[in-house]
């Protein structure tokens, strides 16, 4: 240490031997059919990865000694295998925290995962009450969750987390979801709403407002390290103080993506083409997609901060989320659409003529999730695409807001 | 063994006791140090230098955190910054006191 060395974050944009945790998203397939699902999740695919093929990645995580994966889905605990695979990776040095809506979260396997040292819960929560929450992610859906942490307080799971996709309309329920999570001994992990999957046709409605950016800017410098936020709000550090966390986009740097299928993508925000770096499938597995995909190389090459470089919050922000801009159709060289200074609202503006480019692959319902949330404004215009022949068209009084929704190609 | 929760107050790091790294905790070197992970705190942590890390992997091995510095080739008058961060690495149970025989 006798000369002071790079900061972690500047070390990070260049690599690492391996990533330092990784998303799985084990299956597509989800009971429910939340508006914002960044994997546009809900079928099924028939090429998912089988059980023995599961292994053989656990097995090569071990070897590169990735310490722990965040699993989710789809909903991970759907899958025939899960547990078992849950158990394969925790007696393989994989520590493993899964997503999970809660839906098989039972008194008895609630009390299975509180005897594991190597397993953490994440339920997922985004609204502080059934009415904010059930509108986003399906009718009934928030006392599934309320009923797994009830399950696993009991269990005497100390320290799961309750994890909650920021909107507008969650926003104003931050103490809300802190109760929450006191009452259950959770501790409150909150992230930013991506324009992903689904979250793409719903970003329009539901990202926060300017001013509730700022009200959640504060709310978490306020409460440090207490709430977790997976490092999703870097972009707000533009305000003042950094949040805590890493504080740079990770994607193809420190963290990845393996989809169902087993295809590598830069970052669980980010599944397309685009940012499709290779398949564990492929014969050097998933360490030669780490180690050696031309994405990921290109990534790990110095950046340029583009419009952005001339900020004075760049060195904080850092130009803010890449699938953010990516599915909002800025380019990757500029602000964040939800940069602090105004500079997204501008360049959105700009770029409003050509179209984003779409999520893909979608595994949506091909039926569509029950909603509820009729005492709120219907967002009628959320899903809106171009009419698709063949189709009937969609009545102005269809109560269903997801009435013409046509999966994206 | 796994350690105890830290019982040392902030800033004063015991150089002359004999440590460890916890059983529970695995070692991924890196470019810039390396990664830590406790596999029951569930908690990560980074190395910022390679010497670091010699410090560490050799605390087990040494007679006294001091000695395992020495060994590193740690200056004495970065001595205090290393205490600093084996201290940091208490307080989040990466590493723990050995017990002598």
Redesign the interface.
């Known amino acids: 240490?006798?000369k002071a060395?790079?900061p972690?974050a500047e070390?990070?944009q260049?690599g690492?031997?391996?990533p330092?945790?990784l998303t799985w998203e084990l299956t597509y397939a989800c009971n429910l059919s939340c508006v914002h699902c960044l994997s546009s999740s809900g079928r099924r695919d028939p090429r998912e990865l089988t059980t023995a093929e599961c292994m053989a990645v656990i097995d090569e995580l071990q070897r590169m000694?990735v310490?722990?994966v965040n699993i989710g889905g789809g909903e991970p605990t759907v899958r025939p295998d899960f547990w078992a695979l849950v158990d394969y990776a925790t007696g393989h040095?994989v520590?493993v925290?899964f997503s999970t809506n809660g839906v098989k979260i039972t008194p008895e396997i609630a009390r299975r995962l509180a005897g594991r040292?190597?397993v953490?819960v994440q339920i997922s929560l985004d609204g502080a009450t059934p009415e904010v929450n059930d509108a986003v992610r399906g009718r009934g859906s928030y006392e599934v969750a309320l009923r797994a942490m009830g399950n696993l307080a009991d269990a005497g799971f100390a320290g799961f987390k309750i994890s909650v996709v920021m909107t507008r309309h969650n926003v104003g329920q931050l103490e809300k979801f802190k109760a929450i999570a006191d009452r259950y001994g959770a501790q409150l992990r909150i992230t930013r709403l991506r324009p992903s999957g689904r979250g793409a046709d719903v970003w329009d409605e539901l990202h926060l407002h300017p001013g509730q950016q700022r009200e959640l800017y504060d709310w978490l410098v306020a409460h440090g390290t207490d709430v977790l936020t997976g490092d999703s709000f870097f972009h707000l550090s533009g305000y003042g103080a950094a949040l805590p966390g890493l504080g740079m986009c990770g994607a193809g740097r420190v963290v990845c993506l393996i989809d169902p299928v087993g295809d590598v993508y830069a970052c669980p925000f980010a599944i397309h083409p685009s940012f499709l770096a290779g398949s564990v499938r492929d014969p050097d597995g998933f360490a030669g997609v780490w180690q050696h995909s031309e994405l990921f190389s290109d990534l790990r090459r110095p950046q340029t901060g583009g419009a952005c470089e001339s900020c004075s919050a760049f060195g904080s922000c850092r130009g803010g989320c890449m699938a953010a801009k990516f599915f909002t159709g800025l380019p990757l060289d500029g602000p964040d659409p939800e940069c602090v200074r105004g500079h997204g609202e501008q360049a959105l503006a700009a770029a409003a003529a050509a179209p984003a480019p779409r999520p893909s692959p979608d595994h949506s319902h091909r039926t569509a999730p029950h909603r509820t949330g009729e005492r709120r404004p219907v967002p009628l215009t959320l899903l809106a695409r171009p009419p698709v022949t063949g189709r009937p068209p969609v009545s102005a009084c269809d109560a269903n807001p997801l009435a013409g929704f046509v999966p994206g190609r | 063994m796994a350690c105890a929760a830290s019982t040392e107050p902030a800033g004063q790091f015991d150089l002359d006791a004999p440590w460890q790294l916890d059983a529970q905790v695995r070692v991924r070197p890196e470019a810039f140090g390396a990664l830590l992970y406790h596999f029951g705190t569930r908690q990560l942590s980074f190395l910022k230098s390679p010497a670091l890390l010699a410090v560490v992997r050799s605390l087990g091995a040494q007679p006294s955190a001091r000695a395992a510095c020495t060994a590193a080739g740690v200056q004495a008058g970065d001595l205090m910054r290393y205490a600093h961060a084996l201290q940091t690495l208490a307080a989040s149970r990466m590493i723990c006191k050995r017990e002598t025989a």
């Open positions: 240490m006798s060395p790079l972690l070390q990070f260049y690492l031997q391996a330092i945790c000694q310490f722990y040095d520590g925290k040292d190597y953490d």
